[in-house]
């Protein structure tokens, strides 16, 4: 499959700052492709032609988490589990290469016939940042499933955390989390996971409040290279 930016934004503004992320997700792919995790989609080639970046991957067939569980509903606890399980496994390799997704909500978790959860869009990825993990500039995401904190600029390896657990929140309850700046702001409460679902585990809802906790230093830490 070849991908390239959206010819529809060229009289954008903001243009440049598409075809800046559009190569920096072929750079994180062409890094990550090197270790062929089969949770991660893979990247072959990343090329310049007629004033058109193309970045080749793999066709990743199947359909996205969101909208498997906007057809079905709640997923059972274990098949859910199953999908995001696969898909910690690979921001595990993400994390070890010092790179966070920060992006890794249901929509870009695929799901193949044969149960494969393939992790896609490295768009907004960037470089861990050691120190205090916040850059200066402002980076999109996914509000619904996005830690505060990454409206700020956060590259630390909790956002992952927050986007994976309260990817699982929706695939295990049908429903979307309160998201984290109505928390944050406006002291909006998180519902539990097993008021939606009250044969959902207190082994499997505590973690997924765990995970899904508004300070990133209350969230699993999770161990870089």
Do not use: W
């Amino acid at each position: 499959m070849i991908k390239t930016p959206n010819e529809s934004l060229r009289v954008d503004p903001e243009y440049p700052k598409y075809v800046k992320r559009f190569i920096q997700e072929g750079q994180c792919l062409a890094k990550l492709s090197q270790t062929q995790h089969p949770n991660i989609v893979r990247v072959s080639d990343l090329f310049h032609e007629g004033g058109i970046y193309c970045l080749v991957m793999d066709f990743v067939q199947g359909e996205s988490l969101y909208n498997l569980v906007q057809r079905r509903g709640a997923l059972p606890p274990e098949e859910a589990i199953k999908y995001i399980g696969q898909i910690g496994e690979a921001l595990k390799i993400v994390h070890r290469d010092g790179l966070v997704h920060r992006d890794a909500h249901p929509a870009n978790i695929m799901v193949q016939q044969d149960e494969k959860a393939i992790l896609i869009d490295f768009g907004i990825a960037g470089e861990i940042v050691p120190s205090a993990g916040y850059l200066s500039s402002k980076h999109p995401a996914n509000i619904v499933f996005a830690p505060y904190e990454q409206m700020g600029g956060s590259r630390l390896p909790s956002v992952d955390v927050y986007t994976l657990a309260a990817s699982l929140y929706f695939a295990i309850t049908g429903q979307r989390p309160a998201t984290s700046l109505d928390r944050k702001l406006y002291q909006v409460p998180l519902i539990p996971p097993q008021q939606h679902i009250p044969s959902i585990s207190d082994e499997l809802n505590q973690a997924i409040l765990k995970g899904m906790e508004l300070e990133a230093q209350d969230r699993p830490q999770v161990k870089t290279a």
